[in-house]
């Protein structure tokens, strides 16, 4: 190891020591770190689920557990993924880490309010950590009434508990980037000079702060239903079923673009770094998320075609639905545009952000069909949406995330990781993710419903096939883990810049000190100015 | 790092280069906040929209059971409390620090009858077992087939009334931490943004009452009854 | 680097207090109306008072007024929403039987 | 895999409408992602990376307006199609002919029981006649349901507290997967049966074979005697009711203004929450029979209203006796969805 580097600097991560020290932390960097354990534990959990739920699909007759096991197995594998691993992903790991570094700050707004996201995050994965323990919930991740409120004997409050205070977790981190985008910005650090990443988690702090309030009320009326039987959404007191649906995917809808925006800005970064090009039309990305976090409350109506919804309601919002559908395409052609002429490497960062492109135009592109209402009524509730979802979800933002980490995971620690490992893994993962999710699109178009344990036999073929794929899957993502908590001890020292990127973050030590520079920056260039970065600085490994 | 001086006072966080960028952020991050309680509020005005377009007269008939004179009374001592609150603040731009301490244990006073009222108000409610949920539950001036109806409107005016009087206990909690940084004289002219910033979630949560006293108690009053 | 200045301005008692009996001599009126049959602008009026006296303590009490362009977009985003909210769900509501 | 199948069966005037919408959007799918990844691809080989510190020569991107303006508008106007096509193909799944035979669904978990007018019960299984548009009405008597045929292309959820109903034209005989697409609690994936599609004649001797207790009307009938509808509900205007004969699918003026055109919903809601919607001219002191009877009872008064409707013969529901009698086209039965 180079000891001449391995000289010890002081950092974030020396800077003190001990649990308390960590626990009671207000460096966004560290509660960055924070919340990479609590996610990455989430996501083992919810992909042990997945593993469960892929098993006992490989036969028709459910022959490994009840049916009332399996209705457990989706709704917490939904659960774990959805609220405590895909919405604080990116945001809260990578955001929380790198926004105010590359906007020049040296902390966020509110460091206490930022600790008490996490800890609010913990203590609600607590209270769904023990519903699944105590025996489970069932009743889907969407929780439609009157089927959550007066049927189901599952651990629905607990559950429902933990994802309402794990929604405050999400609205404070919204809350604390807003407040930090426009009050913190170093001097020079216009607007239009931040980077895209900042862009798009602004745009997902838009909407954990006007959407997630609405899933709260939406939990504490159910809440008070199942418990008090005051009945709000109760069909035999003339309530509707349907208005609590209004009201879940008020917010779900557009939670779907908190899952996936900060994923695009992540790849924006990695596409412009690895091409050593400025990125394509910068203003038309910028735009496009926030356009995307405005769009994406008018269309919520789309996930309820069939549910007795009105047909006028259902134009509207099929109609509007298309809307969002044109600033996702933005992205994607600029991102195609920025690689022309660059110069291109294909470091791991640079394939996940490949993956991406390719998965979520897939994706989006099948996102289209839901949309289209003719279509919808069909594929709606069978595998073909499971399909659509996974690959925005799984294929898209997943390979982001895993992108993110390896572009940025030698400025966190100050370790390189194996690049050879890296390369082989996000094959892997692209390998085995298709084999999962592909056939499910045929699947579901043959008519095989979604939360299904038992299917008729004639599924058998394309279902064998996704577990299949699921294996592969497991095997890929089980990679990074390994060599990311190797590279900790035996990895290379990282350099400053070790890719020749522009943001500031790369203008600080890797990893970087206490308060993020030892001198605040004086901004003078357009993000992505290749010709700004001194050569001196890259030491391009 | 280097450019700012600690001397201005001694509340500036570290991560703030000047208090006018502290004040600045503390204010906008309360708005911000009072954005995502209209949209809690919001997702329960939505399904009290909703059911009262579809049973206008079961809810005309709800409404006329509450009684209008104590909720209007209550409306003003809130209204009042909302007024001793902005003399608060006041006194904190002009950095009174007594009249800070007196408005302020105002406020909370005002604010504890209007709770006080309230619980008054819910205590009729069990009596007359206008209790939704209960087997009870029957509505003087309605058929049976409309005491569903009836049920919903209570369950909103519950969870509305209740959800409100949360928050105004949450409120009263601040304010009381409030008077003791007052009385050890945290507050000054150049620093009394904790004030303001408790005002802002003060003044908001008065702005839901005046929205909830017409919608659950006056709207088509003439028609019950 | 952040916003613009904001002055800090010192309202007088006198405004504050013809504040308040606005807002009172409002809580009356709308009180007493209610009981007069007016048909669906019951409804109507009683929510353009209701907002009367929203503008007058978020001007007033809430400083807006005084407020930077910043905190009144927040205003204005915060009522915008809350019409998405409930203007897309009654879409549903009033086309039901058409 | 042999004879495998990407489509599910064809086996509704609907199906071949969905699938030439599937073949349209795969198509755009299939393009923009050709495009897209050829293009990445090309990129990615030409531009290479040939040595560490290569510095491309365009490192600054040219804005041009032009281009962002061709790829939001081209794929907006394809949206719009997809829209278009998508709403109208919706269209006509919802709006039943007025011919369409009328059949009712009622979902418990975990089962669906079909009536036939006629008065024949199934319970998981639906016997139909080829060719012959039919109508579901449906309701649920605990949580939301879905009916879902694959081979039909038609789904339509069944919610507790209201009707909904959907439709559709067998095209082909066969045994056709039915399935409850809903999440419903344990039994969900359980809640399936089978739709028999018939020849008309096969159809004939199915209705006459099962024992049956009388059509829906009938058993209404006897149940409007039952419940003592009959002692305020007389055939005459003198009485302080409405008379219901030639009630359904007109429209009934309300008290406080304002009509509503009597359906299977309104006769439904009339029964169960009579002051929700009071017939102009009348006091609102019919009791509600809200919990007194179940959701199929209320389907056969509901039946028995529709029975005495105006003019028998005009749809083939009213009266129960010869279904498969062709329908005369100048029916009234309302278009409602
Ligand atoms: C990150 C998550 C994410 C994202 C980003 C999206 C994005 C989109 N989704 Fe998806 N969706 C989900 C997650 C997501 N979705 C989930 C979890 C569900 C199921 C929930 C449940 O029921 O459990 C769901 C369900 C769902 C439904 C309901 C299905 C049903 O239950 O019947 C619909 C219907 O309209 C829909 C549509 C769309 C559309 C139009 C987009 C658009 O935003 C996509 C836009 C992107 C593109 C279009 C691709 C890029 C563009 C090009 C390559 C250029 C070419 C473009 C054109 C020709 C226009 N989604
Ligand atoms: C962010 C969200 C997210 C993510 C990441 C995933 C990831 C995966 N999901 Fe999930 N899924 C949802 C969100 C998500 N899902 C949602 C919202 C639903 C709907 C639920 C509902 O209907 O209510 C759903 C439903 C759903 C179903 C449908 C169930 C049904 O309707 O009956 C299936 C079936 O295949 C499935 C599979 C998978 C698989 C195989 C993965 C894989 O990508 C997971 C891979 C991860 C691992 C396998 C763990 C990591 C690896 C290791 C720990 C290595 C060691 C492991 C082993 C040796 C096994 N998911
Ligand atoms: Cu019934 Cu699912
Ligand atoms: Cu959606």
Redesign the interface.
């Known amino acids: 190891m180079d000891t001449a580097v391995a000289q010890e600097r002081e950092n974030y991560l020396n800077a003190s020591h001990g649990l308390k020290s960590w626990l009671l932390t207000k460096d966004h960097k560290r509660i960055g770190l924070l919340y990479l354990f609590t996610i990455t534990l989430f996501f083992f959990i919810g992909g042990a689920f997945a593993t469960l739920i892929r098993i006992e699909l490989l036969s028709p007759q ?1 022959n490994m557990v009840s ?2 096991t399996y ?1 457990k197995l989706f709704t917490m594998h939904a659960v774990a993924m959805i609220f405590f691993f895909m919405i604080p992903s990116i945001p809260a790991v990578l955001g929380n880490f790198f926004l105010p570094i590359m906007i020049g ?7 206490k ?1 930022n600790l008490l996201s996490w800890y609010l995050l913990v203590i609600g994965g607590a209270f769904s950590l023990f519903a699944m323990i105590a025996g489970g919930v ?3 991740w ?1 929780f ?1 009434t ?2 959550s409120t ?3 004997n599952s651990w629905v409050i607990a559950t429902a508990l933990g994802i309402f205070i794990a929604g405050f977790s999400s ?1 404070l981190t919204g ?2 980037f ?2 930090t985008v ?6 020079g ?1 216009t607007w239009f000079r931040m980077p895209l990443f900042v862009w798009a988690n602004y745009a997902t702090s838009l909407i954990q ?6 899933l ?3 939990i ?2 159910l809440f ?2 199942r418990v ?5 959404f109760d ?9 609590f649906q ?2 879940f995917w ?1 917010y779900s809808h557009p939670a779907v673009y908190i899952m996936v925006l900060p994923g695009m800005g992540v790849i924006s970064e990695i596409i412009s770094t690895f ?10 990305i910028a735009f496009s998320s926030v356009a995307i976090a405005v769009l994406g ?2 269309v ?2 789309h996930h309820m ?15 509007l639905s ?1 809307f969002v ?2 600033p996702s ?2 992205k ?3 991102w ?11 470091q791991t960062p640079m394939l996940y952000a ?1 993956g991406f ?2 998965l979520f ?2 994706g989006g ?2 996102g ?2 839901l ?8 594929v ?3 595998y073909f949406v499971v399909a659509h979802f996974h690959y925005i979800m799984v294929g898209g933002t997943m390979m982001a995330y895993l992108g993110g980490m390896h572009f940025w995971w030698p400025k966190m620690t100050g370790r390189m990781y194996p690049e050879g490992w890296a390369k082989l893994s996000s094959l892997v993962i692209f390998l085995g993710f298709n084999l999962t999710f592909f056939p499910q699109f ?1 699947l579901g ?3 095989m ?1 979604r ?6 036999a004639e599924f058998q ?1 394309l279902n064998v096939m996704s577990t299949a794929g699921a294996s592969i899957l497991a095997v890929g993502y089980a990679m990074p883990m390994i060599y990311f908590i190797w590279s900790l001890k035996y990895g290379k020292v990282a350099p400053m810049n070790p890719w ?1 990127a522009t943001g500031l973050e790369w203008r600080t030590a890797s990893p970087p000190p206490v ?1 993020n ?4 920056p004086i901004v003078t260039h357009e993000a992505y ?3 700004s970065v001194p ?1 001196e600085e ?1 030491e ?1 490994v | 790092m280097s450019n700012h001086a600690h001397s201005e006072s001694l509340e500036l966080r570290v991560q703030f280069d000047t208090a006018e960028q502290q004040r600045d952020a503390s204010t906008l991050g309360m708005w911000l906040f009072l954005v995502t309680e209209v949209m809690f509020f919001g997702g329960m005005f939505a399904a009290y929209t909703v059911y009262r377009n579809l049973y206008p007269e079961v809810f005309a008939i709800c409404s006329s059971s509450l009684n209008a004179v104590l909720g209007a009374v209550n409306t003003c001592v809130l209204l009042l409390s909302s007024f001793t609150m902005v003399m608060a603040v006041r006194a904190g731009q002009l950095g009174q620090q007594k009249a800070i301490i007196w408005f302020l244990i105002l406020t909370l006073l005002f604010g504890g009858i209007f709770l006080g009222v309230k619980a008054v108000e819910w205590k009729e409610k069990f009596d007359e077992h206008h209790i939704p949920g209960q087997a009870a539950f029957h509505l003087e001036g309605l058929q049976q087939a409309d005491q569903g109806h009836a049920q919903l409107f209570f369950s909103l005016y519950f969870a509305m009334t209740g959800l409100h009087a949360l928050h105004m206990v949450i409120g009263a909690g601040i304010l009381l931490g409030l008077i003791l940084h007052a009385k050890q004289g945290r507050y000054s002219a150049s620093y009394y943004t904790p004030v303001d910033v408790a005002g802002l979630y003060w003044h908001f949560v008065d702005v839901i009452w005046i929205f909830l006293f017409p919608l659950l108690y006056l709207i088509d009053r003439h028609l019950g009854k | 680097m952040s916003a613009p200045h904001s002055e800090t301005h010192v309202d007088s008692v006198g405004t504050y207090v013809k504040v308040l009996l606005a807002l009172m001599f409002c809580t009356v009126l709308t009180t007493w109306v209610a009981y007069i049959d007016l048909g669906a602008f019951s409804t109507v009026i009683a929510l353009s008072i209701a907002s009367v006296k929203m503008l007058l303590v978020a001007m007033f009490f809430m400083h807006v007024r005084h407020s930077s362009k910043l905190t009144k977009l927040v205003v204005v985003g915060a009522l915008m929403w809350l019409g998405i909210l409930l203007v897309l769900t009654m879409t549903d509501f009033v086309t039901r039987n058409m | 895999m042999g004879n495998f199948q990407f489509l599910p069966e064809q086996a509704s005037t609907l199906a071949p409408e969905v699938d030439h919408l599937l073949y349209f959007l795969v198509a755009v799918t299939v393009f923009f992602s050709v495009v897209i990844f050829s293009t990445i691809f090309y990129f990615a080989i030409r531009y290479r990376r040939r040595s560490a510190n290569e510095m491309p020569d365009a490192h600054q991107a040219h804005n041009g307006y032009t281009l962002e303006i061709i790829w939001s508008v081209i794929p907006f106007g394809i949206t719009l199609v997809m829209f278009t096509w998508g709403a109208s193909v919706f269209f006509t799944a919802s709006r039943p002919p007025k011919d369409a035979l009328q059949i009712y669904a009622v979902g418990k978990r975990w089962m669906w029981k079909l009536e036939h007018v006629e008065g024949q019960r199934e319970i998981n299984e639906l016997h139909i006649p080829v060719g012959r548009p039919v109508r579901l009405t449906m309701t649920s008597e605990d949580v939301i349901h879905s009916f879902f045929v694959p081979a039909f292309r038609t789904k339509q959820d069944v919610v507790p507290g209201r009707y909904t109903s959907t439709w559709f034209t067998p095209t082909k005989t066969g045994k056709y997967h039915l399935f409850c697409a809903e999440f419903c609690g344990t039994k969900h994936s359980g809640m399936v049966g089978w739709i028999y599609v018939m020849e008309p004649n096969d159809y004939q001797t199915w209705l006459s074979g099962g024992a049956t207790e009388g059509s829906l009307a009938e058993n209404g009938k006897k149940l409007f005697e039952q419940l003592a509808c009959s002692n305020c509900h007389k055939d005459d205007t003198t009485g302080r009711c409405p008379p219901l004969p030639n009630l359904f699918g007109s429209q009934v003026k309300l008290a406080g203004g304002g009509t509503v055109k009597a359906d299977e919903a309104y006769i439904r809601e009339s029964i169960l929450q009579p002051q929700a919607k009071v017939v102009a001219g009348y006091e609102p002191v019919m009791p509600t029979f809200q919990g007194l009877i179940s959701e199929e009872q209320v389907l056969q008064l509901v039946e028995y209203v529709k029975s005495i409707g105006p003019k028998p013969g005009t749809g083939p529901a009213d009266s129960g006796q010869n279904p498969a009698k062709k329908p005369s086209t100048a029916g009234s039965m309302p278009a409602n969805r």
């Not at chain 1, 091409?275 to 038309?284: E, H, I, L, P």
């Not at chain 1, 939360?451 to 008729?456: D, K």
């Open positions: 459910g049916s009332e209705n700050a040296r902390d966020l707004a509110f460091p309010l069932d009743t889907g969407t439609y009157p089927y007066t049927y189901s609205i809350l604390n807003i407040v426009h009050r913190m910005r170093a001097p650090m702060v006007l959407g997630t309030p609405v709260a009320v939406t504490v009326l008070v239903e008090f039987q005051l009945g709000i069909p035999a007191r003339g309530g509707d079923p349907v208005l209004h009201l008020f091409s050593r090009k400025t990125v394509f039309g910068y203003a038309f409350f008018l919520w109506g075609f069939v549910s007795g919804q009105s047909l006028y309601a259902s134009m509207v919002f099929s109609f298309y559908a044109i395409a933005i994607v052609f600029n195609t545009a920025t690689l022309y002429k660059g110069s291109i490497s294909y490949f492109i390719g135009t897939i592109l099948t289209l069909f949309a289209a209402l003719g279509m919808d009524i069909h709606t509730d069978t045929i178009y043959l008519g419903p939360r299904y344990h038992l299917y008729p073929v020749g308060h520079f030892e001198q605040t100015d290749y010709t050569a890259i391009v």
